[in-house]
């Protein structure tokens, strides 16, 4: 995955006066989820905008409020693709990937961004955009290729993430489809259906004709 570097501040202040306040100076709310899990009770001291979340059997995680820019997030979130965030928090750093966005449903303006924090050993779940490679056959044969899945959800270190996943369809006949089971990438796991359709070459009415005049 490409970097994207991203200055971010503790958010103290909760509240929706507070976030209409934030909202009026050009900032978004954020959180950052911890995806470690620590022993409870927690002996270290939170940094500001920390704060611990109980999940089961005296477990928790971290999760941190924090404050970005608008304009310092437009290229992460107005963008096919998807990045590696180096996040500058605390005076620490910490790697990030952008996991949920809310929009405000009449201005579609950014109303919440929530960050996952990574860590090169641990997987984590999350879509990429599929490329298509190639020149179907059925294409060639008058038929038309339709995609119908122009995102994958794939498991992996976000170390072994790809920028993209590569869908080759030179085989790919008239009336023929590839569905997510029919794909395999070293290293990562689809989490989509396997019986869900990524792409196929539908018959086109020419494709027909052309069809049925050979069997003539």
Do not use: W
């Not at 290729?145 to 122009?150: C, D, K, P």
């Not at 590839?178 to 989490?191: P, Q, R, S, T």
């Amino acid at each position: 995955m490409k970097v994207f570097e991203l200055n971010a501040e503790p958010r103290l202040e909760l509240g929706k006066k507070s976030v209409k306040a934030l909202r009026k100076e050009g900032k978004i709310p954020a959180v950052i989820n911890g995806s470690k899990v620590v022993e409870l009770p927690y002996k270290e001291a939170l940094k500001p905008g920390e704060k611990l979340v109980e999940i089961a059997d005296n477990r928790g995680i971290i999760t941190t409020d924090i404050v970005v820019n608008s304009e310092d997030v437009r290229k992460l979130i107005y963008t096919p693709d998807i990045f590696e965030v180096d996040l500058k928090i605390n005076g620490e750093d910490k790697k990030v990937v952008m996991k949920e966005l809310q929009f405000q449903p009449v201005k579609d303006t950014v109303l919440h961004i929530d960050f996952l924090e990574v860590y090169p050993d641990k997987p984590i779940v999350m879509e990429v955009p599929v490329q298509i490679e190639g020149h179907a056959e059925g294409v060639k044969a008058g038929g038309k290729l339709s995609v119908s899945m122009r995102k994958l959800k794939v498991r992996a270190p976000y170390t072994q993430i790809p920028e993209r996943l590569v869908v080759n369809v030179d085989t790919l006949g008239l009336g023929k489809s590839l569905a997510v089971g029919d794909l395999h990438y070293e290293g990562l796991e689809l989490i989509n259906a396997k019986n869900a359709v990524v792409c196929a070459v539908q018959l086109t009415r020419a494709a027909r004709g052309a069809a049925a005049k050979a069997e003539a």
